[in-house]
């Protein structure tokens, strides 16, 4: 089973929770980047013909972390057969899901670009995030001192279930954790077993007291996969 974290941010100590920008657990910079890629081949007429170019590839990722509603953005004619190359692929990848201040997916529209270009006289291949300026930041890192992970529920293993869980956590001025809400995909009714192991094991996470300039109460997103190793 694998477990990936999301990031928590500070606020000023006037506002509610529902106004902060929270922090993340994990790095804040991955929101919207791709969590697994598969590369697209280089295009052999390209490589004949020895040429480069871009692909913006946009869309609004879900919180099953695939990309739907995808428009794709070529620098030049030639790029098309890069473009092709990029759709082949597209579908096997999986991305962070930009979230909302309540730690749950936005559906924002995110741009990755894939560069096809050449290097020491070698085609490759690049994969760069391209922020949207207009967005909020996602506010700034903070870890734990003590955590208990979630594990896999036993009833969800036996009935073959996978999850990919949001989470938002309530912190309060001494560090513990009084409030857990957490939401998991695909919706349906068997995911009361991961909502529950998450909310039972992280309430008794620990994390340093607040500051000064904290609110009385910080949010702290996260997320985590239950997934079975191939």
């Not at 092709?84 to 930009?98: K, S």
Request: glycine share 4%.
């Amino acid at each position: 089973m694998l477990f990936a974290a999301a990031p928590l941010m500070a606020t000023p100590a006037d506002t509610t929770p529902s106004q902060q920008t929270p922090f993340q657990v994990d790095d804040p910079a991955r929101l919207g980047r791709p969590s697994r890629i598969v590369p697209p081949e280089f295009p052999k007429k390209a490589i004949e013909q020895r040429l480069s170019g871009f692909v913006d590839v946009e869309g609004r990722v879900t919180p099953l972390r695939q990309m739907e509603d995808v428009e794709f953005r070529t620098d030049s004619p030639e790029s098309l057969l890069f473009r092709h190359a990029v759709e082949e692929v597209l579908g096997l990848w999986e991305f962070h899901p930009p979230t909302e201040n309540d730690c749950f997916p936005s559906g924002r529209r995110v741009v990755n670009r894939v560069s096809f270009e050449w290097k020491d006289g070698e085609p490759k291949i690049f994969v760069t995030f391209t922020p949207d300026p207009k967005l909020p930041p996602h506010g700034r890192q903070i870890r734990a001192l003590e955590r208990v992970e979630p594990q896999y529920p036993r009833a969800a293993i036996v009935q073959g279930l996978q999850a990919i869980a949001y989470v938002q956590l309530h912190i309060a001025p001494d560090g513990s954790v009084p409030k857990v809400e957490a939401r998991a995909y695909p919706e349906r009714k068997a995911n009361a077993y991961f909502v529950k192991e998450i909310e039972t094991k992280m309430a008794k996470w620990r994390f340093p007291p607040a500051g000064v300039d904290d609110p009385q109460i910080r949010l702290a997103c996260y997320d985590v996969l239950f997934r079975f190793k191939p």
